[in-house]
């Protein structure tokens, strides 16, 4: 790959990333200013690091990491503020933040797998993981055996977690593009 298209994908993944980047400072630093001057801090290093970036890698979390060490150094600065938050509870926002995402993510790609389901499986997944219908419930609904309708969610079960498997870092990539 030329440098040319190198840095064409690294500044649309950049461009793409500021809304997300500064939510992620946001909750790390409770004041907007000084999140929005952590924002720039963080996108000059990460203009300044381009060449270090592994195009194959997540950009996301390569951005959101050197984010963390702006908001770690700004507030060290600032350390005898009661504004701003201690060193333990930045890890724990950062987690819950990553965390977050991941779960938006699997949501996504589960919410992809449901509409692949053939139709008689869709309806009873509803059933049972939407109105959280019981087994009894389902098997007197649909008038099927409740062995059948155990089965079967069994197999939903199966064919949703392989394909949420297999769609998760097209839904992921899709988000970082």
């Known amino acids: ?3 040319d298209s190198i840095s064409f994908e690294f500044s649309k ?3 793409a990333l500021q809304k997300p980047l500064y939510a992620y400072i946001l909750t790390l630093l409770p004041n907007r200013t000084e999140a929005e001057d952590i924002l720039q801090e963080t996108n000059l290093i ?3 690091k381009a060449n270090e970036y592994d195009p194959k890698g997540h950009f996301q979390g390569w951005a959101f990491n050197i984010a963390r060490y702006q908001v770690m150094g700004h507030i060290s600065k600032f350390k005898r503020s009661k504004l701003y938050f201690s ?7 950062a987690e819950e933040s990553a965390d977050l995402k991941q779960i938006e993510l699997t949501r996504k790609a589960l919410q992809i797998c449901y509409e692949l ?3 008689h499986m869709k309806s009873m997944a509803q059933l049972r993981f939407r109105e959280d219908y019981s087994l009894d419930k389902i098997s007197k609904t649909l008038k ?7 089965a079967t969610l069994h197999r939903i079960r199966i064919k949703l977690i392989d394909c949420v498997k297999m769609k998760l870092p097209s839904v992921e ?3 970082d593009a």
């Open 173 to 175: 990539a899709k988000l």
């Open 46 to 48: 990460l203009c300044k």
């Open 117 to 119: 389901l053939p139709k």
């Open 144 to 150: 099927r055996p409740m062995g059948s309708v155990s």
């Open 1 to 3: 790959m030329s440098e």
């Open 87 to 93: 060193q333990e509870i930045i890890d724990n926002l």
């Open 13 to 15: 993944k950049l461009t």
